[in-house]
């Protein structure tokens, strides 16, 4: 059926290294993805979004890229810091619907 | 500018108990939501509403029920708390249906 997952459900990295956190989606209707972080004990929290009609997309220290050949998202993060620990979740948007679909999300670990 | 406020930040319920989780936004977001999260499964959502005074259904909202009287509150009833329903409770906004949503600090409910 149609999902969103992800590729790896862990990911340790050392600080200032760069991250990558990848996303798979199946739907072709999906017109818009968001990235968001969820630290322990919180909310999740916005951190950037990209539209279909986009490859890439630049924030602070964040990258999204989307490859809507193989359907597949991605979150860089530059320099990663001790605070990015914390679970990431890609999620997407269905066109024409107003539901967010998410995925299971991503662990990152951030060693000193 | 609180954003969104959720109550209580936990509570523990006696199975076939009634119980309200509130939410609150100052943000005058036409769209809110609300999502369970348990481990293993992520953020489901479980009814919606785009504009006060209407309200619909997500992935998972046997059990639960909402309202939307106006644009700034958004309750979600458990008509009678069953076991099952143990879980984190997130409420989110967003400025229309097809735009970001912002998700408040959640409500860990226990039903026992």
């Known amino acids: 059926g149609e999902s969103v997952g992800l590729h790896l459900p862990t990911l340790s990295v050392q600080e200032g290294d760069n991250s990558i956190i990848n996303c798979a989606y199946s739907n072709s209707a999906s017109d818009y993805f968001i990235w968001y972080k969820q630290e322990s004990g919180k909310g999740p929290q916005f951190i950037i979004d990209?539209?279909?009609?986009?490859d890439k997309r630049q924030g602070q220290r964040v990258t999204v890229l989307l490859n809507k050949t193989v359907k597949h998202l991605s979150l860089q993060i530059a320099a990663t810091q001790p605070g990015d620990s914390a679970v990431y979740f890609c999620?997407?948007?269905?066109?024409?619907?107003?539901?967010?679909?998410f995925g299971k999300g991503t662990k990152l670990t951030v060693n000193p | 500018i609180a954003g969104i406020t959720q109550a209580p930040t936990s509570q523990i319920l006696a199975a076939g108990r009634r119980m309200t989780l509130r939410c609150t936004q100052d943000?005058?977001?036409?769209?809110m939501y609300w999502y369970r999260q348990d481990l293993g499964l992520g953020l489901r959502l479980i009814h919606y509403s785009n504009t006060a005074g209407t309200t619909g259904k997500g992935e998972v909202p046997d059990g639960y029920s909402v309202s939307r009287a106006n644009t700034d509150d958004f309750p979600l009833t458990l008509a009678s708390a069953v076991p099952s329903q143990t879980s984190v409770y997130f409420c989110?906004?967003?400025?229309?249906?097809?735009?970001?949503?912002?998700f408040g600090p959640g409500t860990r409910l226990t039903v026992l």
């Open positions: 999620a997407e948007k269905q066109g024409g619907s107003e539901k967010l679909v």
């Open positions: 989110a906004s967003s400025v229309t249906e097809v735009t970001t949503q912002y």
């Open positions: 943000m005058r977001h036409n769209a």
């Open positions: 990209i539209r279909s009609n986009m």
